[in-house]
């Protein structure tokens, strides 16, 4: 079993700056994928960014190219979202997850064994 447990979202201007962290326990997370999903109110569960633990390569949606950083503290186990430039669009509740078997960075949503209990992200106008 892995544990995922999100901290840093809040409420922020458009323009703003957030940074969610995303502690995992319960195994090391060597050679698994950690990912970032968001839902807004409505919507389905959308892919945002994933980062390999061991080797750090890196994958993005669109959106979030330029804007957001992921990344991973390989000592702490814990992964990181750094948003930068937010916008009202990127309200939503963030979710970390942990495809366990990854043969690839993925997108799809059901590859992710593991998921957090996400924390909300409220970008103002």
């Known amino acids: 079993q892995v544990q995922l447990v999100e901290s840093g979202g809040g409420l922020v201007q458009a323009g703003g700056s957030l940074r969610l962290s995303c502690a995992a326990s319960?195994?090391?997370?060597?050679?698994?994928?950690m990912g970032w999903f968001r839902q807004a109110p409505g919507k389905g569960r959308e892919f945002v960014a994933a980062i390999h633990w061991s080797t750090g390569r890196t994958l993005y949606a669109v959106s979030a190219e330029g804007r957001f950083t992921v990344s991973r503290d390989y000592a702490t186990n814990t992964g990181y979202l750094q948003m930068n430039s937010l916008t009202p669009e990127d309200t939503a509740v963030y979710y970390c997850?942990?495809?366990?078997?990854?043969?690839?960075?993925?997108?799809?949503?059901?590859?992710?064994?593991?998921w957090g209990q996400g924390t909300q992200v409220t970008v103002s106008s």
């Open positions: 319960g195994r090391t997370f060597s050679g698994y994928t």
């Open positions: 997850a942990a495809d366990t078997t990854p043969l690839t960075l993925t997108t799809m949503v059901h590859e992710y064994d593991f």
